[in-house]
């Protein structure tokens, strides 16, 4: 009887500790470098993430690289402040500051942030490097750190390399991955173990049946970077999952809008 006692209190101390699971929103607007603009915020920031959860958009889409010392950082562009990421030491890159102050995040504080809610996914896009090597080494480490930091209900993925999406699937098989380049058909990304596309929405113009062959093999659609009206409302009627967008707020609108 006692044995028993002590494991239902464990069992209860584990449950517990691990606290409500996260729901996100079922919305469809991806805050594109998170929920910057509006609010003149820097891209990529912790600011713009929290922005991004404020407004209550599905997900913040950010972007990371790999410095010359092994640090994983959120940042767009291949340089930073004049410096290359890829060639420069983290003590290098955050000598100097974002617009609003703060420092260039790294990928492990920009997740600890995102993981201190339960509402907004966080859309990691792995960046390429110079060296394909290379992309994949940072591909190893980010999912190796999404998963000691226990944040896997978070983050999903996408990339612009395709050997490093097919790397996620090898590393996490549970991932949701999903590929940027648009010129792969939905069938053999399937094949690769993508979960699905996120392709410019002129992609889906140029190839219309690319949507409904993606639906039928279960794949999801986003579209990047959307950012008029007309191209929100005709990915809405394309009834696509995800709309990454510079004006997440305007999508917000027109989804209220529409009910």
């Known amino acids: 009887m006692k044995k028993l006692v002590l494991i239902f209190l464990g069992l209860l101390i584990v449950s517990c500790g691990s606290g409500p699971k996260p729901k996100f ?8 470098r998170g929920a910057w ?8 920031s912790i ?7 404020a407004i209550g958009a599905h997900g913040s889409e950010f972007d990371v690289h790999i410095s ?9 562009d291949d340089d930073f402040k004049g410096m ?4 420069t030491r983290y003590n290098e890159l955050i000598s100097k500051k974002l617009s609003n102050g703060e420092k ?17 996914k966080l859309i990691l896009e792995i960046k390429k490097t110079t060296d394909q090597e290379r992309t994949l080494e940072l591909t190893r480490r980010c999912v190796a750190l999404v998963k000691k930091m226990k944040a896997e209900k978070w983050v999903d993925y996408i990339t612009f390399d395709y050997e490093a999406g097919k790397l996620v699937h ?13 010129d792969v058909s939905p069938a053999q990304a399937k094949k690769d173990g993508y979960t699905g596309l996120d392709y410019h929405f002129s992609k889906y113009r140029e190839n219309p049946e690319w949507i409904p062959e993606a639906h039928a093999l279960g794949m ?6 959307v950012n008029s009206e007309e191209d929100m409302k005709y990915m809405m009627g394309q009834n696509a999952e995800y709309i990454t967008t510079n004006e997440p707020e305007l999508l917000l609108q027109l989804l209220t809008d529409e009910k």
């Open 68 to 76: 010359a010392d092994d640090s994983i950082v959120v940042n767009h």
């Open 220 to 225: 999801s659609i986003n579209a990047w970077t």
């Open 25 to 32: 929103h079922d919305n469809i607007v991806v805050a594109h």
């Open 84 to 87: 290359l990421i890829e060639d």
């Open 37 to 44: 603009k509006a609010n003149s915020l820097p891209e990529n």
């Open 170 to 182: 090898e590393l996490d098989p549970n991932a949701e991955i999903a590929y940027l380049s648009g």
């Open 104 to 120: 260039l995040p790294t990928l492990r504080e920009y997740l600890e942030e995102g993981m201190k809610q339960k509402t907004t």
């Open 47 to 53: 600011a713009s993430l929290k922005q991004a959860v």
